[in-house]
């Protein structure tokens, strides 16, 4: 738990006040005593007597007990005055703004920790160091503006970046966007955003709590808490959206499968985030919008109304409606749509968008909203599209769009561009506590984004029957790295996975015995692979369609002396569609499945879909509709489909084979041929590190 000393303080000292507010100690001075906080404030510098107007103690020896501490110091003196205000001052609450430790120096790092420990000793928390500071509606702990407005009911924003979250607060601030938690989390020593998230999650309170939340983050230290407190949350009736930054550089890695070389971090974090129901954002506008969007009445559908009195706009936010999966329904058929234009200016079309022109009024407007709410079922939200050329005013118009948005029950959105030429207007219509839109498309892929985003998967999931015990027997017995033939089908076959009926032979007279076995003719050809090369069609290792006992013969010679070929592999050839599952073991994250389309496809297009273990067959089956070659396997041109049950069941069961076999590192089901009577792994490669 968070001490409640940090949260709502009876008293805050500032370590290191300045009267140079152009100073961290001076700015957080003149934040904390400008902030609602009604407690004592107290003051340490050794060169003043009074700051601010506060009286000013030498050093903390000095003070009485205090519940908070504020240090605006030089790391070196840090430790020695945690030290003081933890075990002699009673302090719990501590925010540490100053720089040099972990993130500079190994010397910083061993500061830090004496820190942490004096701090854990007496129950307290820390925020920082290297950080911005804290603030609540209860008081401001943070040398940077601008102050948000505070609202119980805001944005609860926790960032691992202090100077990302100023520019983040300007941009919703300017907007409409109010807070109420900021925590700047800096070096994270003590406290991080997941610790952040539990406490959201441990003290939520449906009627007092914030219900939406906004993460940034650089790294994220714990996924499993972070998913567990996010899908909590977000279950009890919040909203989270969330950048998580660095994931192009932190996804290099050297693999030896298709699935290492899919498994970058960046896409961990989408099936993490996809898992825990977060809306993933990419930039700070988008962030904000997002959560612009939370703060409105939650969307119940994806079919829009677009009013408008600038034609192109509104062409550009269909376009972005449309490409993200949302619908602009036709409304000129409609049977009130006669009436709606009538009590609109000649010239005004009603098809949707609705324009209503550049000389629309407030009563025009008002006359639409109405009809969107009350006339037209097959329309679940508007967006309002309203600026200005700088002729008129526009107050009329922002306050009947303020009434409708208070009064109707389909969500309304306000895209009001003209910041300049009606900048008073719009900063009118903010105040009474809505959330202004300027760009149409920056809030078109905020809706897509926030409609398209899944409700977090549960907790526990049925998973698909397999025979753990023989997994288990075969794993035991086999050594680290890649898993021979007869091993790893021991392995699917427990899984209950789908393979082809296989041999592997390394004598001549073997293999002529097993094409004898299975009839090798036209109508049952066989496949003649290597087996010991990594890459065995690069190495010329493949045969196809191998059709009599001659070839069988031939092809055997040529393939049992191609380098590294200790065995010949053989079975009968299958038909399909190459599809393709795979898994990777993430030290933090757990195992990740990817699936997709499989054989060249893989390579060349990458169009998988991945996700976190457990991942259960129905998820599967929603995820792979999102498969931009999803057309193919529902089968085109003449071409037999892909049986999707089965296949989602197939994802479903790699997911309990890794989670029954945790030492599978890397894992490869490519191709797997599908069609509609059947799914079947024709390659596998399973890579154990225990």
């Known amino acids: 738990m968070i001490a409640k000393e940090l949260l709502n303080p009876r008293s805050i000292v500032i370590c290191g006040a300045s009267s140079d507010v152009h100073k961290p100690g001076g700015k957080s001075l ?17 060169k003043e007597t009074e700051v601010q107007g506060v009286k000013c103690y030498a050093k903390v020896e000095d003070l009485p007990q205090v519940d908070c501490a504020i240090l605006c110091i030089a790391a070196k003196f840090c430790a020695q005055t945690v030290d003081v205000l933890a075990k002699e001052k009673g302090c719990k609450g501590f925010i540490i703004v100053s720089a040099g430790f972990s993130e500079e120096s190994h010397e910083g790092a061993e500061i830090e920790k004496h820190i942490v420990d004096t701090i854990n000793s007496v129950g307290g928390s820390l925020i920082g160091p290297n950080c911005t500071g804290f603030l609540n509606t209860n008081y401001s702990g943070c040398f940077d503006t601008p ?5 119980p009911k805001g944005v609860d ?43 959201l999650d441990e003290t939520f309170d449906p009627e007092k709590s914030s219900h939406v939340i906004m993460l940034y983050m650089e790294k994220i230290g714990d996924p499993q808490r972070l998913l567990k407190h996010s899908r909590s949350l977000i279950n009890k009736g919040c909203h989270i959206a969330a950048i998580k930054s660095g994931g192009s550089a932190a996804g290099s890695r050297a693999a030896s499968s298709h699935t290492g070389a899919l498994a970058t971090n960046d896409a961990a974090v989408d099936a993490l985030f ?31 109304a677009i009013v408008t009195h600038a034609g192109g706009p509104a062409v550009m936010l269909t376009d972005v409606l449309s490409n993200g999966g949302m619908d602009i329904p036709s409304l000129k058929e409609h049977p009130k749509a006669p009436e709606l234009l009538s009590k609109l200016f000649g010239g005004s079309s009603v098809g949707n968008p609705i324009d209503f022109l550049a000389t629309g009024t407030a009563e025009q407007l008002g006359y639409i909203l109405d009809a969107v709410e009350n006339d037209f079922d097959e329309i679940d939200f508007s967006v309002v599209i309203f600026g ?71 907790e526990h999931v049925e998973t698909p029957v397999i025979d753990v ?40 007279e073997d293999a002529l015995a097993f094409a004898k076995e299975v009839g090798c003719s036209k109508d049952v050809p066989l496949v003649m692979k290597v087996v010991g090369p990594l890459h065995k069609s690069d190495v010329g290792g493949v045969t196809l ?14 393939l049992i002396v191609i380098p590294e070929t200790y065995a010949v592999e053989m079975y009968p050839m299958l038909d399909g569609t190459d599809v393709y599952i795979g898994a990777i073991r993430d030290e933090k994250f757990g195992h990740q499945i990817f699936f997709g389309l499989g054989g060249i496809f893989i390579e060349v297009l990458k169009d998988v879909q991945s996700a976190l273990a457990p991942i259960t067959a129905a998820e599967a089956k929603e995820m792979l509709k999102q498969l931009k070659g999803y057309k193919i396997l529902e089968g085109v041109r003449g071409q037999e489909g892909v049986n999707i049950d089965l296949y989602a069941e197939q994802v479903a069961r790699v997911s309990a084979l890794v989670q029954a076999a945790p030492e599978i590192a890397e894992m490869d089901l490519n191709p797997l041929l599908g069609n509609p009577r059947y799914v079947t792994a024709v390659d596998a490669r399973i890579r154990l590190e225990k």
């Open 147 to 151: 102050i948000p407005p505070l609202d």
């Open 157 to 199: 924003f926790i960032t691992g970046s202090g100077a990302t979250a100023v520019f983040i607060k300007e941009y919703g601030i300017s907007n409409g966007l109010k807070f109420n938690s900021v925590w700047a989390v800096g070096n994270s020593a003590q406290l991080g955003i997941e610790d952040v998230l539990e406490h």
């Open 545 to 558: 369609g191998v059709k009599d006992l001659d070839t069988v013969d031939k092809e055997f010679d040529r």
């Open 30 to 46: 003149k934040n904390l005593l400008e902030s609602p906080f009604k407690g004592q404030v107290y003051a340490v510098n050794p």
């Open 274 to 304: 996809r898992k825990a129901g977060i809306v993933r954002c990419q930039n700070r506008q988008e962030l904000t919008t997002v959560c612009g969007v939370f703060m409105y009445p939650e969307l119940k559908g994806k079919r829009c």
């Open 388 to 458: 200005s050329p700088g002729l008129f005013s526009n107050k009329e118009v922002y306050d009947l769009l303020d009434q409708k948005m208070r009064t109707c029950k389909k969500p309304i959105f306000p895209v009001l561009p003209s910041i300049i030429n009606v900048k008073d207007e719009i900063n009118d219509f903010i105040a009474k506590g809505n959330i202004n839109f300027p760009e149409e498309c920056v809030l078109g892929n905020a809706l897509v984004k926030v409609y398209n985003t899944p409700k977090p998967q549960p």
């Open 469 to 508: 015990a023989r997994i288990r027997k075969t794993v035991d017995r086999c050594k680290d790295g890649y898993m021979e033939i007869a091993d790893y089908n021991e392995l699917l076959d427990a899984a209950g996975i789908s393979r082809k009926k296989s041999v592997e032979v390394s004598k001549k």
